[in-house]
């Protein structure tokens, strides 16, 4: 109980992040994300509602606000790995997993290409009878590109959802996830999910159905 009551006291506080309304549109800005790949959702104003004193992205703790609760487990691989597993523990009851066992699995964009390898090699993928049984990463980038920069990953994104093909600019994405993602979703069904996000609240997903190549600058 006394969680609970702290749970709802920081969500009064943090300038009246509703609980129910607010994560009911998140929760739509990720499936619209889902269903059209590559398009850039914001939930900006929404997470301007979280504190500002979080010593960590907004952004983050409203997705996980959103999607976590006592039923599922979680991962944090960032360097804000010492303070977000915390608060997702004491809002959202969400116990932390190793990462072969987690359901979401925070990481930074960023990460060298070492580290990348090591986490999609262990997370869950799924099986071709329960598909669903797979992690769904989470990755903070620095933005998505409206115009051409010097630090972006154009990528062509093709399937399900799309029209024809799709386009998007990522600053803050290291090689390395894209040659593990399309390595990890080489079975179809079985695979994982990403969902980009940054910290002004803007978030793209990029689902194992999605067809995926980088086109050269």
């Keep these: 109980m006394e969680n609970v009551k702290e749970w709802?006291?920081?969500?009064?506080?943090?300038?009246?992040?509703?609980?129910?309304?607010?994560?009911?549109?998140?929760?739509?800005a990720l499936l619209e994300a889902m269903a059209f790949p590559g398009t850039v959702q914001d939930i900006g104003p929404v997470i301007q509602k979280l504190d500002d004193s979080l010593a960590f992205n907004r952004t983050a703790a409203g997705i996980a606000l959103t999607l976590l609760d006592a039923e599922v487990s979680h991962a944090v691989q960032m360097a804000e790995a010492a303070?977000?597993?915390?608060?997702?523990?004491r809002m959202t009851f969400s116990p932390v997993a190793p990462m072969n066992d987690a359901d979401y699995v925070f990481a930074d964009g960023d990460m060298d290409a070492e580290a990348i390898a090591r986490i999609i090699q262990s997370v869950k993928c799924g099986t071709h009878e329960g598909?669903?049984?797979?992690?769904?990463?989470?990755?903070?980038?620095?933005?998505?590109?409206?115009?051409?920069?010097?630090?972006?990953?154009?990528?062509a994104l093709s399937g399900p959802g799309i029209a024809i093909e799709n386009e998007c600019r990522v600053v803050g994405l290291t090689a390395e996830w894209l040659t593990e993602r399309e390595r990890a979703n080489g079975e179809y069904p079985v695979g994982?999910?990403?969902?980009?996000?940054?910290?002004?609240?803007?978030?793209?997903a990029l689902p194992r159905t999605t067809n995926l190549k980088e086109v050269e600058r």
């Design 8 to 28: 709802a006291a920081a969500l009064e506080t943090s300038d009246r992040f509703d609980a129910v309304h607010d994560t009911q549109h998140i929760y739509r």
């Design 83 to 89: 303070l977000l597993p915390d608060y997702i523990r």
């Design 131 to 155: 598909p669903d049984a797979s992690a769904t990463l989470l990755l903070k980038v620095t933005g998505f590109a409206e115009e051409q920069g010097t630090n972006e990953r154009r990528l």
């Design 192 to 204: 994982i999910d990403l969902i980009l996000y940054n910290g002004e609240g803007h978030l793209v």
